[in-house]
């Protein structure tokens, strides 16, 4: 990842198992441990499904960033 952190944000992904927009192995199996080891603290749920953003993972979204705010 180039350049430097700034600040400490927090960040959700979730990524559908049978994605065929963004396959999710050349995409968040990749991308989310390098910003793990980039130091960004990273929330990370795979779910059945595809290119999709559920009610369910919005809610999923939603209730982490209300109850880990401490």
Known sequence: ???KLH???KLFVSHGV????LPIRATSRKIVPAMQRSGYDVRYEEFDGGHAVTPERVRGAVDWF???QG
């Open 1 to 3: 990842m180039p350049g």
């Open 7 to 9: 600040g400490a944000p």
């Open 18 to 21: 049978d994605d065929r927009v």
């Open 66 to 68: 209300i109850t880990d």
